[in-house]
């Protein structure tokens, strides 16, 4: 489906909106001190070995040691690939204790960003991303895309074969480099095998808890991952990197040079599709759907769960009618969704409960097409007894509300607060408790407008017996700057 790339650019922060038939259907968001880590190559410190859990905490230099397991070790996936059939070979992997040892340097690379209180997932299986291919240093291994389709797959591999003589390494030919040249694979073999040479002398001269080597820019990965055929126009709003993605793609992807354009326009360029109240929309927990139905996306640390609802959509002639186009409908919006808002891990669906099973199989089968278009691997189980659909996206990087949001001070994460009349009683039972252990002259509650508005009004009863069971006067003071749920007593 044709496309154009829009990306604003500032100093501090780049987006980058996908957009097709005048829909953004993705955003990416980098900001420059909040970079993501995902390919990234360091040489590490062992600082613990847990041989119960058969893994290792490696310190990069981030605010936590990251997790290294024994299954990410090289001497564990070592000849994996070897077997002519494509199987594993069968000798089991020595435990990591007979492997690393702590105060160990090591050579590891990001697999997985730190989220919430975890650290970042390490390897210690190399992989150097390049425009047509990617490099395995420590493999020998020569693969291709499982989306490219099986005919062409071993005429490649022998070609990649030939291009990759005796250098040293394994490869994996990327989907876009199905119809690539020999010069090409050729000139990507040799700036892959450059930058590893380069990682190498770096990891000989520098200390440990060092970066070795950092993965492309948000604006280079847009030219070497997501542009392609269907893209019209990547249109930059800077001048400087403008420049700099001409240069880039005029070295690795000279056929994109010419849908590169540099905006000029008045307008902030995210204001032609409405991208920033597209983001909005991506913030909230409800999407509306044309129909009149909506959804209800709520996202924890372990999964999230999608609900769809009617509202007020009667448009079809009967009850069945309804939940079908309603739920046909919501697989559109949700597969949309989940790249919107990158949303991944455990994903569950609430559809509408359908009392037809062709209902369901059309639904199913409408919500995996609109997957296909998905670039990042996902998976759908189908219904479950229940009648929930439970499906995985990989996950690799912060969603676009852990990107950009951070848990409301007053609810700390919750969503709910407690009712101011809860929060009353909190205070009468803490007042009593601390009445049994000092004695002051008097209690001062500091606390919410609408706390102590409950304590002049409805609750002034209970204050004033609470005041007279311990012998103290109670005052009241209220403060704006606080939230309902806070509150202070004072002694006086």
């Known amino acids: 489906m044709p496309q154009d790339m829009l990306i604003n650019w500032a100093p501090q922060e780049t987006r980058v909106a996908v957009v097709e038939l005048g829909a953004v259907q993705e955003l990416h968001v980098e900001r420059t001190l909040e970079r993501g880590l995902v390919g990234n190559v360091y ?3 062992v600082v613990r070995v847990l041989p119960g859990m058969q893994s290792a905490f490696i310190d990069i230099g981030l605010e936590r040691a990251a997790f290294l397991h024994v299954g990410d070790l090289m001497s564990s996936i070592a000849g994996r690939h ?7 070979p069968d000798t089991p992997a020595l435990p990591i204790e007979k492997q690393v040892f702590e105060g160990q340097a090591i050579v590891v690379q990001v697999l997985k960003d730190p989220i919430g209180t975890k650290g970042a997932r390490l390897t210690a299986q190399i992989s150097i991303a390049g425009r047509l291919l990617v490099f395995l240093p420590q493999d020998k291994h020569i693969g291709v895309s499982q989306k490219i389709p099986p005919r062409q797959r071993e005429e490649l591999r022998q070609r990649l074969q030939a291009l990759a003589g005796e250098g040293g390494g394994g490869f994996i030919l990327r989907t876009n ?8 694979l050729g000139e990507d073999v040799a700036y892959l095998r450059k930058t590893w040479a380069h990682l190498r002398e770096r990891a000989q001269r520098q200390s440990p808890a060092s970066l070795l080597h950092q993965d492309l820019s948000l604006l280079q990965r847009v030219l070497r991952d997501i542009a392609g055929e269907a893209t019209q126009s990547i249109r930059v709003d800077s001048r400087e990197q403008f420049q700099a993605l001409q240069q880039f793609a005029s070295e690795y992807m000279p056929g994109m040079l010419r849908k590169i ?15 920033d109240e597209e983001i909005a929309r991506a913030l909230g927990r409800r999407v509306d759907l044309k129909s009149g139905g909506y959804l209800i996306i709520d996202q924890t640390e372990a999964l999230t769960t999608v609900d769809v609802n009617t509202g007020g959509f009667v448009g079809a002639r009967n009850f069945d009618d309804t939940i079908f186009k309603t739920n046909l409908e919501a697989a559109l919006a949700i597969a949309r969704q989940l790249r919107l808002r990158n949303l991944g891990g455990i994903i569950v669906v609430d559809f509408i409960d359908m009392q037809q099973a062709s209902h369901r199989d059309a639904v199913l089968e409408e919500f995996k097409k609109q997957l296909v278009r998905d670039r990042i691997k996902t998976t759908v189980n189908g219904f479950s007894a229940l ?8 996950r690799t990087r912060e969603s676009l509300a852990h990107q950009l949001c951070e848990p409301c001070a007053a609810c700390q994460g919750k969503g709910i607060v407690k009712t101011a009349r809860s929060v009353t009683y909190d205070i009468l039972r803490e007042i009593l408790r601390e009445a049994r252990q000092f004695n002051p002259r008097e209690f001062r509650v500091v606390a919410a407008p609408q706390v102590i508005e409950l304590f002049l009004d409805e609750e002034s009863q209970h204050l004033a017996g609470l005041s007279d069971f311990i012998g103290k006067p109670i005052s009241l003071q209220a403060e704006a700057a606080l939230a309902q749920e806070q509150y202070d007593i004072v002694l006086l």
Do not use: C, W
Request: aromatic content about 4%.
């Open 43 to 45: 040489l590490g410190k």
């Open 82 to 88: 070897a077997d002519a059939d494509g199987s594993k």
């Open 177 to 184: 480099a199905e119809d690539a040249s020999d010069a090409e």
């Open 261 to 275: 354009q540099l905006y000029t326009g008045e307008r902030p360029i995210f204001d032609l599709h409405n991208v």
């Open 387 to 394: 009648g929930l659909l439970e499906m995985t996206r990989k």
